[in-house]
């Protein structure tokens, strides 16, 4: 049975899924903004759990940042914490009330409909959809973040022995776990 979808283009059908989304996610007496920042902070690296990285991961200003941040910790799912080297900058950190709420996370309702592609198939669908998004970021000068091990400075056995892990970030020389590699960073560098 032919939808609506067969008579729209690609870029409605993003439009339209965007929409459905967005609506899916007023509900838990948040936002679509805060659960963004939620989902965000849970996958961000060390380096990136901070109110200019999130900012920039989600394209907004410090302004409105300001405000989610206030609201996810007024309810007590994020805290701030200074800076271990400087006490000037602030590290976010998701509370325990805050990871077992993105247990409910409404995006479940998408990833639930994604499951019910073919595995090939959706894994092509997020390649293609990732290739959008990294146009989209290049064309409107976003910033590109990425996965710690798919960025070009990422080394995968620089620390061999090393306990606090195997591999290194070749912009900080910082060792990396094996849990760090498969994080958010801002610092991410594409392949030249």
């Known amino acids: ?11 409605e059908l993003l439009d339209r899924i965007g929409r ?10 948040l936002s679509p903004a805060q659960w963004e920042a939620l989902r965000y902070l849970a996958r961000a690296n060390r380096y990136s759990c901070n109110p200019s990285a999130l900012a920039r991961f ?37 509370t325990t009330a805050g990871v077992a709420l993105l247990e409910s ?34 064309r409107l000068g976003g910033d590109a973040f990425g996965i710690c091990e798919d960025c070009r400075l990422f080394s995968a056995e620089d620390a061999p022995g090393d306990p606090q892990g195997p591999h290194r970030c070749g912009l900080t020389g910082e060792p990396l776990s094996d849990g760090d590699k ?3 960073c801002v610092e991410f560098r594409a392949d030249a």
Do not use: W
């Open 1 to 11: 049975m032919a939808g609506i979808g067969s008579n729209l283009s690609a870029g």
């Open 20 to 29: 459905i989304t967005r609506g899916l996610q007023f509900v838990g007496g």
């Open 58 to 94: 989600l394209g907004a200003t410090r302004g409105t940042i300001s405000q989610t941040l206030i609201a996810l910790e007024d309810k007590g799912y994020l805290r701030r914490l200074k800076g271990e080297r400087d006490r000037r900058t602030v590290r976010l950190e998701l």
């Open 105 to 138: 996370d409404p995006l479940g309702e998408v990833e639930g409909a994604l499951e019910t592609l073919p595995t090939a198939e959706a894994a092509v669908l997020a390649d293609m959809l990732g290739r959008v998004l990294g146009h989209l970021q290049r």
């Open 182 to 184: 498969q994080r958010i």
